[in-house]
Nanobody, 124 residues
Framework: QVQLVESGGGLVQAGASLRLSCTASGRTFNFYTVGWFRQAPGKEREIVSAVSWSAGTPYYADSVKGRFTISRDNAKNTLNLQMNSLKPEDTAVYYC?????????????????WGPGTQVTVSS
């Protein structure tokens, strides 16, 4: 089992930056693919970014490419999401997720562990 807890959400103005962090506990974080998802009110959950255990080429949703950067530190069991140039449409609850497989996939249903989420609100 892996327990995930997100932090770093908040209320910011458009154009600002935020850094989300996800701390894992329980089993080793090393051999999991990890990612960030988000869900806005009235919308379906969507993938934001994900990276494999080997920290190979990350996946980014088109809507965040060039603005968000995912990074992981296996030694510290942490996953980060640097979010720059935030837009009001980035407003959502952001979730950290992990799957016990090396392959990066966009389908949230294929992730085994989830954090409780952290709210990100971007005002215009």
């Amino acid at each position: 089992q892996v327990q995930l807890v997100e932090s770093g959400g908040g209320l910011v103005q458009a154009g600002a930056s935020l850094r989300l962090s996800c701390t894992a506990s329980g089993r080793t974080f090393n051999f999991y693919t990890v990612g960030w998802f988000r869900q806005a009110p009235g919308k379906e959950r969507e993938i934001v970014s994900a990276v494999s255990w080997s920290a190979g080429t990350p996946y980014y949703a088109d809507s965040v490419k060039g603005r968000f950067t995912i990074s992981r530190d296996n030694a510290k069991n942490t996953l980060n999401l640097q979010m720059n140039s935030l837009k009001p449409e980035d407003t959502a609850v952001y979730y950290c997720a992990a799957r016990s497989d090396w392959r990066v996939v966009a389908d949230g249903g294929r992730y085994d562990f989830w954090g409780p989420g952290t709210q990100v609100t971007v005002s215009s």
